[in-house]
């Protein structure tokens, strides 16, 4: 499975951007796919998951009521819709392939097998 994000920009507090995740190779249909995001200086962290079929999705505390991870089946693609941008947003936002969706495996970035290149994401104050 290759993986390819986009989307990422600079904006400002409050703004939205809407970051794309383009998969190719084997079924798309077979994985759960993860977003995480990496800030300078600091470790990879969990955002949202939404599992094969669409019909399951989780998110990290902080991005909750903010963010939005759906999935286009037909197109091979996963969505992550962040509205309200805060500075703390800021990081390379990373997409991921991986586990069946559960709830304690989705969170763990060692449970992805692939992973994409990654989109800058910039929020000024």
């Known amino acids: 499975v290759q993986l390819q994000a986009s989307g990422g920009g600079l904006v400002q507090a409050g703004d939205s951007l809407r970051l794309s995740c383009a998969t190719s190779?084997?079924?798309?249909?077979?994985?759960?796919v993860g977003w995480f995001r990496q800030a300078p200086g600091n470790e990879r962290e969990f955002v949202a998951a939404?599992?094969?079929?669409?019909?399951?999705?989780l998110y990290a505390d902080p991005v909750k009521g903010r963010f939005t991870i759906s999935k286009d089946n037909a197109k091979n693609t996963v969505y992550l819709q962040m509205n309200s941008l805060k500075p703390e947003d800021t990081g390379v936002y990373y997409c991921?392939?991986?586990?069946?969706?559960?709830?304690?495996?989705?969170?763990?970035?060692?449970?992805?097998?692939?992973w994409g290149q990654g989109t800058l994401v910039t929020v000024s104050s």
């Open positions: 939404i599992s094969w079929s669409g019909g399951s999705a």
């Open positions: 190779g084997r079924t798309f249909t077979s994985y759960s």
């Open positions: 991921a392939a991986g586990p069946n969706f559960n709830t304690a495996v989705v969170v763990k970035s060692r449970e992805y097998g692939y």
